[in-house]
């Protein structure tokens, strides 16, 4: 699956595949349903992505890029969570192995987020966070979507895996997490 360029202004509009009989009142609805779908679900998403190793303001910028593509697919995607994560993750996994270190970065906040937000904070006295920083970034990325409730069998066919494979992966981060967890890093 090849994501759509990316374009730098958001589109508004009702979804293309619509027909141009239906009325403003649908186009509302989609709106709405979508409206409410964003601001339930961006604060998770940025999260999400920081689980798997982003930095704050990667992970917003990345949320934000994913919700534009989500609304211009609203009409098509039947299960809109799994959909941004696995797009998300993807996009991500690009950037990630794109950046090269800059340090002047880490100091820099997306305007998504406030200055000091609750994800700092959380960030900050997570020790669950500090484990998974530890895991391979394979191993990373599945605990994370495991985190979110997802199945072994899930996990791969959303991020086109062997289920085996997320299994291995899967069992090698929980015995290193319980490894790490377990040794006492309570603050």
């Not at 593509?69 to 609203?74: G, I």
Request: charged content about 30%; proline content about 6%.
């Amino acid at each position: 699956m090849t994501d759509e360029p990316d374009r730098t202004g958001a589109d508004v509009r009702a979804p293309a595949h619509l027909p141009p009989s239906l009325t403003t009142e649908l186009e509302l609805i989609y709106r709405e349903e979508f409206s409410a779908f964003y601001r339930g679900f961006i604060d998770k998403l940025v999260g999400f992505l920081i689980l798997q190793g982003a930095r704050q303001g990667d992970a917003a910028e990345v949320a934000q890029e994913t919700m534009i593509k989500l609304w211009r697919k609203w009409g098509d995607v039947e299960s809109p969570a799994a959909w941004t994560r696995r797009v998300a993750s993807r996009a991500m996994a690009r950037r990630i192995g794109d950046i090269e270190e800059d340090p002047i970065a880490e100091l820099e906040h997306s305007a998504l987020l406030p200055a000091k937000s609750d994800i700092d904070e959380w960030v900050e006295r997570n020790d669950y966070y500090e484990a998974l920083a530890q895991l391979p970034p394979r191993q990373r990325q599945l605990m994370v979507w495991c985190r979110e409730g997802y199945e072994p069998t899930e996990i791969a066919e959303q991020l086109q895996m062997n289920p085996a494979t997320v299994r291995s992966n899967l069992r090698k981060a929980r015995r290193t997490l319980m490894g790490t967890l377990g040794r006492g890093t309570q603050r």
